[in-house]
């Protein structure tokens, strides 16, 4: 839970060599036991790996902590700092947090926890579950049946200024001033043809942009954008631009509409094309309150 989960301990000092690595947080059920020996079990996906201990379930209140017992030598935020450096470890140990959470997402609605959330003790988890119970409960409530799904929006940055221009009366007057205009004039022309050009272009891509990003947002139950081109590319001649990066919190019942709609975009606007990724945890929305996000 990035925004959201629970505010970590100072871990300096701690007093004994091992802490639990928090996953995210679900909610507690009648079947709280088998979901414990389950765990215990190994299920696909969360099976300890060899010397690894096996994933536990912390209660408090109605809400359960996903952790594991983890070395502090190796995971507390020191130790985690000191591998920056080291991709390999990063990779894999960001893999194995990933791992973990994608497969009690499968079968709980999970607000995953950011990587390398460690606490010193069990006490520790709890107090801090018990400290947020009703906003932690609220969020994964407004999680309840959705997937996250990444969309990435791709251009032709020429189609897209010559549609501009061929809009906007303005550029056109400018090129028929230009071709009829004295040296002198059309220095100050060509500058003013320039701007007007950008600026044409740039309010067509913030349009296609909101446009496009509203048609996906209408499947989902919010969204998030979380890149977008910078409208000085706007006068390259590249015809395979990426404009946008967003992702979306979608209900499952609803993920067939939004894979059609993503695929429908290039049928709309031929200068436009997109793809899409998931379903994977709500990642990007563990960090978001319900009433920040963009509501479809």
Request: aromatic content about 8%; some cysteine.
């Amino acid at each position: 839970m990035q925004g959201q989960s629970p505010a970590q301990p100072e871990m300096s000092a701690p007093d004994h060599s091992w802490g639990w690595y928090l996953y995210g947080v679900i909610r507690a059920a009648p079947d709280t036991q088998e979901r414990l020996a389950r765990l215990a079990q190994g299920e696909p996906g969360q099976a300890p790996a060899p010397g690894e201990q096996p994933l536990e379930l912390l209660a408090s209140g109605e809400l359960l902590a996903v952790v594991r017992g983890v070395p502090l030598a190796d995971f507390s935020p020191e130790a985690i700092s000191a591998h920056a450096d080291d991709p390999a470890w990063l990779e894999q140990s960001a893999r194995r947090h990933n791992s973990v959470i994608e497969a009690v997402h499968r079968g709980d609605t999970m607000l995953p926890a950011k990587f390398g959330s460690v606490y010193p003790r069990a006490e520790d988890v709890r107090a801090a579950l018990r400290d947020e119970q009703a906003t932690l409960r609220d969020h994964l409530a407004w999680l309840d049946g959705c997937d996250e799904w990444g969309v990435r929006l791709y251009g032709d940055l020429v189609a897209i200024r010559q549609r501009g221009e061929a809009q906007h009366s303005d550029v056109a007057r400018l090129r028929q001033e230009l071709e009829a205009a004295s040296p002198g004039r059309a220095y100050l022309l060509r500058r003013k043809l320039a701007d007007a050009q950008a600026s044409v272009a740039d309010d067509l891509l913030n349009h296609l942009i909101a446009q496009v990003y509203d048609q996906f947002a209408h499947h989902a139950r919010a969204g998030l954008l979380t890149w977008r081109m910078a409208g000085a590319r706007l006068d390259q001649d590249d015809a395979h631009a990426e404009l946008m990066r967003a992702a979306f919190l979608v209900p499952r019942d609803s993920a067939q509409a939004f894979i059609a709609e993503v695929g429908a975009v290039a049928a709309r606007q031929p200068e436009l094309w997109s793809a899409y990724s998931g379903p994977w945890a709500p990642y990007s929305f563990a960090a978001q309150q319900p009433e920040e996000a963009s509501d479809a």
